[in-house]
């Protein structure tokens, strides 16, 4: 019996690893509508609340994000500039040389 549980642990933690994806996110907020993510030198995007925006349509490289928080006509001003690095998730490309 505790052989099965583990193996049934192991199945789901590995499942959960599998469906991960780099996701922009927040704690949900009150009288939040949605929020306007801004990468620098990109155009706005308007994502609704509570914010989840996946990261997994951008190119890997470093990024400066802000975010503003909106209700309704009112928009909240820039948050902290947040840097980050989109590592590339490929595998490195080997050369192999015979001498």
């Known amino acids: 019996m505790k052989k099965f549980i583990l193996m049934l642990f192991m199945m789901v933690a590995m499942a959960a690893t599998v469906f991960a994806q780099p996701f922009l996110v927040c704690d949900n907020q009150d009288d939040?509508?949605?929020?306007?993510?801004?990468?620098?030198?990109?155009d706005p995007v308007e994502t609704p609340a509570p914010l989840h925006y996946d990261l997994n349509g951008i190119d890997p490289g470093d990024?400066?994000?802000?975010?503003?928080?909106?209700n309704g006509v009112w928009v909240s001003?820039?948050?902290?500039?947040?840097?980050f690095t989109k590592p590339s998730l490929s595998p490195p490309i080997l050369e192999l040389k015979a001498d």
Do not use: C, H, N, R
């Open 63 to 70: 990024y400066v994000v802000t975010v503003k928080a909106k």
């Open 32 to 42: 939040v509508d949605a929020y306007i993510v801004q990468f620098e030198g990109m």
């Open 77 to 83: 001003e820039p948050s902290i500039p947040l840097e």
